[in-house]
């Protein structure tokens, strides 16, 4: 069965969704994310998905004291990402607490790095990010577009073996629009020892049973819980 990850992406040390990835239109959900992430284990719930929204936008980890409260106020497995651009900030995020670092910009514009933070710190510490707009890769906190597809950047990770990516469709996030089940059925056709997390669109758990449905492992969902579209005993019924 699929796992659902709740999200909390934070701006000012505060919990927030963007609307396609804009940061002229957020909304505020929790002032924090402790509370936020509580919620969460209390139903069950084992994982969380954190990105520094701010640190996307910077360039390098600017909310790592609230990841120390979430990690040190709950015992939830934490992968957290945002502006993780080198060795001192791999460093950083996990001694403040996350068990998985997410990394993005960084695997586009120098791979070798994110290579060597594998090698150095194993596969299960490390996860590929990878946000597209129209199939092609935007990296700098979802700023900056490039020419690079998401199958092609999939495919070559995968061959040099990264089992775990989450893929953001920009388009869907922040929207509740329903996922990109049509990308993520090429993805998982392109590239079927992938495990995928889909992230992005989610808007009721019949979302989530179709992404289930074509085989993806896990789903990052947001707005649609904090919005109430997805209860808490739907959440609690794809707890691990």
């Known amino acids: 069965m699929i796992e659902i990850i709740p999200a909390i992406d934070i701006i000012d040390g505060k919990c927030v969704r963007l609307m396609h990835g804009d940061f002229a239109r957020k909304t505020v959900y929790a002032d924090d994310p402790l509370e936020a992430a509580k919620r969460f284990e209390g139903l069950g719930?084992?994982?969380?998905?954190?990105?520094?929204?701010?640190?996307?936008?910077?360039?390098?980890?600017?909310?790592?004291?609230?990841?120390?409260?979430?990690?040190?106020?709950?015992?939830?497995?934490?992968?957290?990402?945002?502006?993780?651009?080198?060795?001192?900030?791999?460093?950083?995020?996990?001694?403040?607490?996350?068990?998985?670092?997410?990394?993005?910009?960084?695997?586009?514009?120098?791979?070798?790095?994110?290579?060597?933070?594998?090698?150095?710190?194993?596969?299960?510490?490390?996860?590929?990010?990878?946000?597209?707009?129209?199939?092609?890769?935007?990296?700098?906190?979802?700023?900056?577009?490039?020419?690079?597809?998401?199958?092609?950047?999939?495919?070559?990770?995968?061959?040099?073996?990264?089992k775990t990516a989450f893929v953001t469709d920009i388009g869907r996030d922040g929207a509740m629009a329903g996922p990109s089940v049509d990308l993520y059925r090429e993805i998982l056709a392109a590239v079927p020892k992938l495990r995928l997390i889909a992230s992005g669109g989610v808007s009721s758990i019949a979302d989530v049973e179709s992404l289930d449905a074509i085989g993806c492992s896990a789903v990052i969902i947001g707005k649609a819980i904090y919005e109430g579209r997805i209860s808490d005993q739907e959440l609690a019924r794809y707890a691990r």
């Open 45 to 162: 719930i084992r994982r969380l998905h954190m990105v520094d929204l701010d640190g996307a936008r910077s360039g390098r980890p600017t909310n790592l004291e609230v990841l120390k409260r979430v990690a040190s106020g709950t015992d939830l497995v934490i992968d957290f990402g945002g502006g993780v651009k080198t060795g001192d900030d791999v460093e950083a995020v996990l001694e403040a607490g996350a068990a998985i670092v997410n990394v993005g910009s960084i695997a586009v514009r120098k791979p070798e790095f994110f290579l060597e933070w594998i090698g150095m710190y194993g596969g299960d510490r490390m996860l590929l990010g990878a946000d597209c707009k129209d199939r092609k890769v935007s990296i700098d906190g979802w700023q900056t577009a490039t020419d690079v597809s998401i199958l092609d950047l999939l495919k070559d990770y995968a061959g040099k073996g990264i």
